[in-house]
């Protein structure tokens, strides 16, 4: 199977950009690692090509996290930095008929709600945007959530699939983003170009030569701007489970020191455990203690 890559790309007079994605390998890596049927790691895929997509048209920003919700029946979360190096959970409620149906291969997916969240380098501002689409497509839910939460003309197209010859997935994908002052003509262009398209997997089975991809997908000369590897990473340390610890409400804090056990937490992305021994727990409860009386005091 070809690396996966994550190609920048612009028209020769400046008018779009666009970010052309193989994702097929990481998306495998997250299905086994979570050990997801294949229904479910197709979901995850889309959300996975999204993030990434998203992620390289943000100019001044180190991370987009998404949550897509369909209720309390699922969730999936992404996150992604500038230099594509991504990560992906989904969460189901097993006893629900919507998910024994995504399970089944009955997709019926009500709505989607949309929610990302994106952080500046080097500063602490997010921005933060919301979307609910009447769509089980993340596809459609992603553009509609581009229409509400962008500045500038967006659009995006992904495909999820399972190779016929040995059953892994494949992830294809392309966004489309406008710049400033693009003619009208242009703009209009564009846009019946990515009407008419095929869907990404149609295209990718077509001839999955890079090259040859890239000239379909757009309508206009281009150039390349670089080419970058998207990595499956995950950011959790030991460290940062502990900080949640810290964020926690006292009473649920007395909760977990009454059971006078070690507390084992496991990350959403990468399923690591990590071990909280009963001491720094009551350290982290004594903190907290101490930092409640003096704001007491204060009071």
Same mark, same amino acid.
């Given at each position: 199977?070809?690396?996966?890559?994550?190609?920048?790309?612009?028209?020769?007079?400046?008018? #779009?950009?666009?970010?052309?994605?193989?994702?097929?390998?990481?998306?495998?890596?997250?299905?086994?690692?979570?050990?997801?049927?294949?229904?479910?790691?197709?979901?995850?895929?889309?959300? @996975?090509? *999204?993030?990434?997509?998203?992620?390289?048209? $943000?100019?001044?920003? /180190?991370?987009?996290? @998404?949550?897509?919700?369909?209720?309390?029946?699922?969730?999936?979360? =992404?996150?992604?930095?500038?230099?594509? /190096?991504?990560? *992906? %959970?989904?969460?189901?409620?097993?006893?629900?008929?919507?998910?024994?149906?995504?399970?089944? *291969?009955?997709?019926?997916?009500?709505?989607?709600?949309?929610?990302?969240?994106?952080?500046?380098?080097?500063?602490?501002?997010?921005?933060?945007?919301?979307?609910?689409?009447?769509?089980?497509?993340?596809?459609?839910?992603?553009? /509609?959530? @581009? $229409?509400?939460?962008?500045?500038?003309? =967006?659009?995006?197209?992904?495909?999820?699939?399972?190779?016929?010859?040995?059953?892994?997935?494949?992830?294809?994908?392309?966004? %489309?983003?406008?710049?400033?002052?693009?003619?009208?003509?242009?703009?209009?262009?564009?846009?019946?170009?990515?009407?008419?398209?095929?869907?990404?997997?149609?295209?990718?089975?077509?001839?999955?030569?890079?090259?040859?991809?890239?000239?379909?997908?757009?309508?206009?000369?281009?150039?390349?701007?670089?080419?970058?590897?998207?990595?499956?990473?995950?950011?959790?340390?030991?460290?940062?489970?502990?900080?949640? @610890?810290?964020?926690?409400?006292?009473? /649920?804090?007395?909760?977990?020191?009454?059971?006078?056990?070690?507390?084992?937490?496991?990350?959403? #992305?990468?399923? =690591?455990?990590?071990?909280?021994?009963?001491?720094?727990?009551?350290?982290?409860?004594?903190?907290?203690?101490?930092?409640?009386?003096?704001?007491?005091?204060?009071?």
């Amino acid at each position: 199977m070809f690396q996966d890559y994550l190609f920048f790309g612009v028209d020769t007079k400046v008018y #779009y950009c666009y970010r052309m994605l193989h994702l097929s390998n990481l998306v495998e890596e997250a299905k086994n690692l979570h050990k997801l049927n294949t229904n479910r790691a197709l979901l995850l895929s889309d959300a @996975l090509l *999204g993030s990434v997509l998203l992620s390289s048209i $943000l100019d001044y920003e /180190e991370r987009i996290n @998404l949550r897509i919700h369909c209720g309390s029946d699922f969730t999936i979360g =992404t996150e992604t930095s500038f230099q594509a /190096e991504t990560r *992906g %959970y989904i969460e189901c409620n097993e006893s629900s008929t919507l998910v024994k149906d995504i399970d089944s *291969g009955k997709i019926l997916i009500p709505e989607l709600h949309i929610r990302s969240m994106r952080s500046q380098r080097n500063k602490s501002s997010l921005f933060e945007g919301h979307s609910v689409a009447k769509t089980g497509s993340i596809e459609e839910a992603l553009n /509609e959530h @581009l $229409l509400s939460s962008y500045q500038m003309n =967006t659009f995006l197209k992904l495909s999820s699939w399972v190779n016929e010859s040995d059953g892994k997935l494949n992830a294809f994908g392309v966004i %489309y983003q406008e710049l400033p002052e693009i003619p009208e003509e242009i703009s209009e262009r564009l846009k019946d170009h990515i009407a008419a398209l095929p869907s990404m997997k149609d295209l990718y089975l077509q001839n999955n030569d890079a090259d040859i991809l890239a000239k379909k997908l757009i309508p206009d000369e281009t150039k390349g701007v670089k080419s970058i590897n998207p990595k499956f990473v995950c950011t959790c340390s030991q460290e940062r489970v502990e900080s949640v @610890l810290v964020s926690l409400p006292i009473d /649920e804090l007395t909760d977990i020191i009454n059971k006078s056990e070690d507390l084992e937490m496991k990350c959403h #992305y990468c399923n =690591t455990s990590y071990i909280i021994p009963m001491n720094k727990i009551t350290q982290i409860y004594a903190s907290r203690n101490h930092t409640n009386a003096n704001s007491s005091e204060m009071n």
